[in-house]
């Protein structure tokens, strides 16, 4: 009997590692380097780093340009890591909560010479893991790779490519009837993701027919918008004014996608709500954490759709980006159906931000 893990099963263990605050091996070819995310880095471990070699900390060009660091490889920048540093100061490079108090955190000195597509892959997994998009890593030596293979995780990013570039597949698990508000006639799906990442769930309102453009939303999760009723945002007023519009016609379906706070995560999403308390707006916020505007991946949407049969909708939404993502993947958007709703004294601010900055049709 062989029970080696699958290529997508060990990158789930990878995500798990980091935010375990465990290291994980990435390797391509000959070169292979120990990486650890900088949000669960600690002393310890920060030391043993010291000890293999010169480590460095990987940013995203956002949290770089926010720290006055150069960008020699594009989208990423190599620090190079002082000797008499802390772990303290690793993680101030990755967490922005306190830039105002101590912004001067160089000099900084990035690495011109050299392949960074193994920090590139660390930086993918770590966001992935939903943990602030930095990483410790150091190089290793064959024998020390080998040596520390048979404990940690390896990840061969040259045959993981294509996965990390693909969506993953999200299997049906279940549907039930579940009699709403809006509608008796509800059913929800569940899709569980072949990747090992988060459940997304599919609302089916009445029955709707499949050869004709369907009422549907994609709707990321929001844990403070939709169950607590903040007012920060517009996401609980959406989602309620979608599944009444789509009650009201008797027939539509509902993604709701757990890809919270813009495919961030609810803590990075508050530590945003953190720094725009600090004055800094939506967009602002998540460039200093080291994040795009939006890190959402709506191809999972057209995958949903598909799995359950329709092929065109009628898609409610502000985001001409979700139209976009949809049509490029094979769903056909007959109509843009504008939900305006949810704006108060509070969020009048945001919704300019994302209408100016991120493109929504306010």
Partial sequence: MKFALTLSERLARARVDLRLGVPILLQSGDSTILAAAAET?????????????????????????????????????????????????????????????????????????GNADLHRAAISLAKAA??????????????????????????????????????????????????????????????????????????????????????????????????????????GAQLNA???????EKAGILLYLNQEGRGIGLANKMRAYSLQDQGFDTVQANHRLGFEDDERDFRIGATLLKELGFSAVRLLTNNPEKVRMLTANGIDVTERVPLKVGKNAVNAKYLDTKAKKSGHLL
């Fill in 41 to 113: 880095l600690s002393e310890d471990r920060f030391r043993d780093f010291r000890l293999i070699g010169q480590p460095l900390i990987t940013l995203t060009k956002r949290r770089a340009e926010t720290l006055k660091a150069r960008c020699y490889d594009g989208d990423i920048a190599r620090i190079s890591i002082p000797p008499e540093v802390t772990c303290g100061w690793v993680v101030s490079l990755a967490d922005p909560s306190s830039d105002l108090i101590a912004p001067m955190k160089g000099p900084l000195i990035a690495l011109r010479e």
């Fill in 130 to 235: 939903r943990l602030l998009p930095a990483v410790l890593t150091v190089a290793l030596d064959r024998e020390s790779a080998a040596a520390m293979a048979t404990e940690l995780t390896l990840i061969d990013t040259q045959a993981t490519a294509d996965i990390l570039a693909t969506p993953s597949v999200a299997k049906h698990v279940v549907s039930a009837k579940v009699p709403l508000q809006v509608s008796d006639a509800g059913r929800l799906h569940v899709f569980r993701p072949d990747d090992g990442g988060e459940e997304h769930y599919a609302v089916e309102i009445g029955q709707p027919d499949r050869s004709k453009p369907v009422l549907a939303r994609l709707h990321s999760a929001c844990f403070t918008g939709d169950l607590l009723g903040s007012l920060k945002c517009d996401c």
């Fill in 242 to 248: 979608a599944l009444a519009q789509m009650g009201a």
